[in-house]
């Protein structure tokens, strides 16, 4: 069975940090990469950036130096942090996975407050 389970959204003050987890079947977890994805209101969901098997993480022209994405292999969780928080990160934060990207987790929402 493939899972991507999501968590450590919630609603922070900007300014803060948030880690959010991605925890992923062992299935898939060492396919040649995962991905966050974001979904701000209003707008289509976008990519944020991705880590490969070996923990080269990649990230989007959007994403600044704020968003760090890392990989914890031996409890199979994908991780991104968000530091220095605003209230444009508000948004449902999504892992992807799978030999082909083709599974989703089911998102975990971030709200930022000023």
């Known amino acids: 069975q493939v899972q991507l389970v999501e968590s450590g959204g919630g609603s922070v003050q900007a300014g803060g940090t948030l880690r959010l987890s991605c925890a992923v079947s062992?299935?898939?977890?060492?396919?040649?990469?995962m991905a966050w994805y974001r979904e701000r209101p209003g707008k289509e969901r976008e990519w944020v950036g991705t880590i490969t098997r070996e923990g080269v993480a990649h990230y989007a022209e959007s994403v600044d130096a704020r968003f760090t994405i890392s990989r914890d292999n031996a409890k199979n969780i994908m991780y991104l942090q968000i530091d220095s928080l605003k209230s444009e990160d508000t948004a449902v934060y999504y892992c992807r996975g799978g030999y082909g990207l083709q599974y989703w987790g089911q998102g975990t929402q971030v709200t930022v407050s000023s």
């Open positions: 062992r299935n898939i977890f060492d396919a040649p990469g």
